[in-house]
């Protein structure tokens, strides 16, 4: 958020009127009547009794004839929420208090008037949602009236809001949303993969009728019932919102997209607007796409959904980049719909549906566990996966294998395809531990008195002829990055490739701001396995997609002077690393069967074997696994 009084000449009338609203005035009531001290509860709000008593003094309205919580009474949270945010509250824990400098009411004279604005526009960003990550359509409709000649009624800002929010775009062209061409290309729409409609026009009219009278409330608009024009308080605020929006003149285009990518785009031009006139529309174009060419696709898309709005002056940089397969897709879109005539990619459908199902499948990581977001696939598209599947394979995008593996569930048909025509990777077969940098007297961890032992039995899914899975011992508060060690020298992985966890519901594993997995160092198991019969899944080598079954069989006491982690029981070796999955190993398999097989003795070479009979899939030693286990005291 900028500071207002860099923008804005900050006088004591206008002082006095932030802190003569209606918002600021009951949020410095609240303050006074918090007083010297107040206990909350654990959520940092009043207790229920209390917050009877200050919506009783503040003139609330309290739902029902108990109080549950605080939180359940929207206008003492606004309240709240003001007089934290404007520094009317000090909260340090569980208590809160009255700041000691707390203006008084009437004429703005002390602390000061620049003071005072500060604090009315940090509370009104904070209760209005125009401040850490605004709502979009409030941003619409601040920059709407900011923008505006003359006053607004709410359907002249429903309208102008739906009109960027949810565009009419003719199918084939690009939204101007995000600049993306829905239609037959799209396998998939978020709004019915979450069950949940747009917004109907009703629905955003009441929001918007809420956005207005939030900012009557601050005295940011005049009225809320007949068309509403901004007070010099709600220009100062516009300014201050989008000031503090705005990258520098001298950023690059990736800070640019990071601060105006997710915007909606009148708002992300009025933000941008110091970036642009620092330089020619043909230079930001060609800085833009320079970028989208090594961003990820969600950032791609938004760079160039931006580019595209920054008007004709740089058709020749389109041009140029229209040359060029892939990316270029992009530019021979917008050149058509600039009404010019362009030769036609053949993949250039099918690379922009993977860009866009990427970024989709990004964004999505957070809210759709996997499992479910491939049983909706199923369920809408039914045979036509694998034909949509062959059809993203062909059009050489980067990412094109793993949007298909995320949708399908399984490694792509190019990843096998890759594997079968002769495995390539790092020598070694199954047995090699993979243990480096331990020494074999180091002995697992002994239990303290009272711990509980999980009983996890871990299965190599879609492996045969023989099954491989391991019977294992292991406390049960250590951690999902513990666990992965363990399954690690368990199975005689060599733990050099990505992991990760999944419950259906959320991922762990090394945390990244791309895969958006949860860190798996702060996830016990006993909070993920609650009880026997739970599950998990473990996948290792992201690409080959080594997928282990993990089902808590069994909860006991540990025994009085047992080590663990330890392995009970077991069947089948561990495939090779870099085999190509489960169907690249079943493929190995079939191979070194049959000495006439073409791959034979390439695969032989592989393996770093001198005869066939040398490689046995039934090999176990479980006194080899125990050996390995015992080396991993250090780690936890």
């Given at each position: 958020?900028?500071?207002?009084?860099?923008?804005?000449?900050?006088?004591?009338?206008?002082?006095?009127?932030?802190?003569?609203?209606?918002?600021?005035?009951?949020?410095?009531?609240?303050?006074?009547?918090?007083?010297?001290?107040?206990?909350?509860?654990?959520?940092?709000?009043?207790?229920?009794?209390?917050?009877v008593?200050?919506?009783?003094?503040?003139?609330?309205?309290?739902?029902?004839?108990?109080?549950?919580?605080?939180?359940?009474?929207?206008?003492?949270?606004?309240?709240?929420?003001?007089?934290?945010?404007?520094?009317?509250?000090?909260?340090?824990?569980?208590?809160?208090?009255?700041?000691?400098?707390?203006?008084?009411?009437?004429?703005?004279?002390h602390?000061?008037?620049?003071v005072?604005?500060?604090?009315?526009?940090?509370?009104?960003?904070?209760?209005?949602?125009?401040?850490?990550?605004?709502?979009?359509?409030?941003?619409?409709?601040?920059?709407?009236?900011?923008?505006?000649?003359?006053?607004?009624?709410?359907?002249?800002?429903?309208?102008?809001?739906?009109?960027?929010?949810?565009?009419?775009?003719?199918?084939?062209?690009?939204?101007?949303?995000?600049?993306?061409?829905?239609?037959?290309?799209?396998?998939?729409?978020?709004?019915?993969?979450?069950?949940?409609?747009d917004?109907?026009?009703?629905?955003?009219?009441?929001?918007?009728?809420?956005?207005?009278?939030?900012?009557?409330?601050?005295?940011?608009?005049?009225t809320?019932?007949?068309?509403?024009?901004?007070?010099?308080?709600?220009?100062?605020?516009?300014?201050?919102?989008?000031?503090?929006?705005?990258?520098?003149?001298?950023?690059?285009?990736?800070?640019?997209?990071?601060?105006?990518?997710?915007?909606p785009?009148?708002?992300?031009?009025?933000?941008?607007?110091?970036?642009?006139?620092?330089?020619?529309?043909?230079?930001?174009?060609?800085?833009?796409?320079?970028?989208?060419?090594?961003?990820?696709?969600?950032?791609?898309?938004a760079?160039?959904?931006?580019?595209?709005?920054?008007?004709?002056?740089?058709?020749?940089?389109?041009?140029?980049?229209?040359?060029?397969?892939?990316?270029?897709?992009?530019?021979?879109q917008?050149?058509?719909?600039?009404?010019?005539?362009?030769?036609?990619?053949?993949?250039?459908?099918?690379?922009?549906?993977?860009?866009?199902?990427?970024?989709?499948?990004?964004?999505?990581?957070?809210?759709?566990?996997?499992?479910?977001?491939?049983?909706?696939?199923?369920?809408?598209?039914?045979?036509?996966?694998a034909?949509?599947?062959?059809?993203?394979?062909?059009s050489?995008?980067?990412?094109?294998?793993?949007?298909?593996?995320?949708?399908?569930?399984?490694?792509?048909?190019?990843?096998?395809?890759?594997?079968?025509?002769?495995?390539?990777?790092?020598?070694g077969?199954?047995?090699?531990?993979?243990?480096?940098?331990?020494?074999?007297?180091?002995?697992?961890?002994?239990?303290?008195?009272?711990?509980?032992?999980?009983?996890?039995?871990?299965?190599?899914?879609d492996?045969?002829?023989?099954?491989?899975?391991?019977?294992?011992?292991?406390?049960?508060?250590?951690t999902?990055?513990?666990?992965?060690?363990?399954?690690?020298?368990?199975?005689?992985w060599?733990?050099?490739?990505?992991?990760?966890?999944?419950?259906?519901?959320?991922?762990?594993?090394?945390?990244?701001?791309?895969?958006?997995?949860?860190?798996?160092?702060?996830?016990?198991?006993?909070?993920?396995?609650?009880?026997?019969?739970?599950?998990?899944?473990?996948?290792?080598?992201?690409?080959?997609d080594w997928?282990?079954?993990?089902?808590?069989?069994?909860?006991?006491?540990?025994?009085?002077?047992?080590?663990?982690?330890?392995?009970?029981?077991?069947?089948?070796?561990?495939?090779?690393?870099?085999c190509?999955?489960?169907?690249?190993?079943?493929?190995?398999?079939?191979?070194?069967?049959?000495?006439?097989?073409?791959?034979?003795?390439?695969?032989?070479?592989?393996?770093?074997?001198?005869?066939?009979?040398?490689?046995?899939?039934?090999?176990?030693?479980i006194?080899?696994?125990?050996?390995?286990?015992?080396?991993?005291?250090?780690?936890?």
């Amino acid at each position: 958020m900028a500071d207002p009084s860099s923008t804005a000449m900050i006088t004591p009338e206008l002082a006095s009127a932030a802190l003569s609203c209606a918002a600021l005035a009951r949020a410095r009531t609240l303050a006074e009547w918090v007083g010297p001290g107040r206990t909350l509860t654990a959520s940092g709000v009043l207790r229920p009794a209390e917050a009877v008593r200050a919506c009783q003094d503040l003139g609330i309205e309290v739902p029902g004839p108990r109080l549950r919580s605080a939180l359940d009474v929207d206008e003492l949270m606004r309240a709240w929420l003001a007089a934290a945010a404007a520094g009317f509250l000090q909260i340090d824990g569980r208590r809160a208090r009255a700041a000691p400098d707390l203006p008084a009411a009437g004429p703005a004279t002390h602390p000061g008037p620049k003071v005072i604005v500060s604090a009315w526009v940090q509370a009104a960003a904070a209760v209005l949602d125009l401040d850490e990550e605004p709502c979009a359509a409030c941003l619409m409709v601040l920059h709407e009236l900011h923008a505006a000649d003359g006053p607004l009624t709410v359907d002249q800002l429903a309208g102008a809001v739906r009109g960027v929010l949810e565009p009419e775009v003719p199918e084939g062209a690009p939204c101007p949303g995000c600049g993306q061409v829905h239609g037959p290309g799209d396998l998939l729409d978020p709004g019915e993969l979450l069950g949940d409609d747009d917004e109907d026009e009703e629905d955003l009219t009441g929001h918007l009728e809420g956005a207005v009278d939030g900012l009557l409330a601050f005295g940011a608009v005049d009225t809320a019932d007949a068309p509403a024009r901004l007070t010099p308080l709600g220009s100062l605020l516009a300014a201050a919102v989008f000031d503090g929006l705005a990258p520098s003149p001298e950023a690059d285009a990736e800070t640019l997209v990071s601060a105006v990518g997710e915007l909606p785009p009148p708002v992300a031009r009025a933000v941008a607007r110091p970036w642009l006139d620092a330089r020619s529309t043909a230079d930001a174009v060609r800085e833009l796409l320079a970028f989208a060419e090594s961003a990820d696709s969600s950032e791609r898309i938004a760079a160039l959904a931006f580019a595209a709005q920054l008007g004709t002056e740089a058709t020749d940089v389109w041009r140029q980049w229209a040359k060029r397969h892939g990316i270029g897709a992009y530019a021979r879109q917008w050149l058509r719909s600039q009404g010019e005539v362009v030769a036609e990619d053949p993949a250039d459908e099918a690379w922009l549906a993977v860009d866009s199902l990427s970024a989709m499948l990004d964004g999505l990581t957070d809210i759709v566990p996997p499992l479910l977001l491939q049983a909706v696939l199923a369920e809408q598209a039914g045979e036509e996966v694998a034909s949509a599947a062959e059809w993203m394979l062909g059009s050489g995008h980067p990412r094109a294998t793993d949007v298909v593996a995320r949708l399908t569930g399984r490694p792509s048909l190019a990843v096998a395809r890759g594997r079968a025509s002769g495995v390539r990777g790092r020598p070694g077969g199954p047995g090699r531990s993979g243990v480096t940098g331990r020494s074999s007297g180091e002995r697992a961890r002994r239990p303290e008195p009272g711990a509980l032992v999980y009983q996890l039995k871990i299965t190599l899914r879609d492996v045969s002829k023989p099954p491989v899975w391991r019977r294992v011992l292991v406390r049960a508060g250590i951690t999902l990055r513990d666990l992965h060690e363990i399954i690690q020298q368990a199975m005689g992985w060599e733990n050099c490739h990505m992991h990760v966890f999944s419950t259906g519901w959320q991922e762990y594993g090394s945390p990244d701001p791309e895969l958006r997995h949860a860190s798996d160092k702060k996830a016990r198991l006993s909070e993920v396995l609650a009880g026997p019969g739970d599950r998990l899944c473990y996948t290792y080598d992201i690409g080959d997609d080594w997928e282990h079954d993990i089902v808590l069989e069994e909860i006991r006491p540990a025994e009085p002077g047992e080590a663990y982690p330890v392995c009970v029981a077991g069947r089948g070796a561990c495939p090779p690393e870099d085999c190509g999955g489960a169907w690249g190993y079943a493929n190995l398999k079939e191979i070194l069967a049959s000495s006439s097989h073409e791959e034979h003795e390439e695969m032989l070479d592989w393996l770093g074997l001198d005869t066939a009979a040398e490689f046995d899939p039934r090999g176990l030693s479980i006194d080899e696994v125990n050996d390995r286990l015992g080396r991993l005291a250090k780690t936890w």
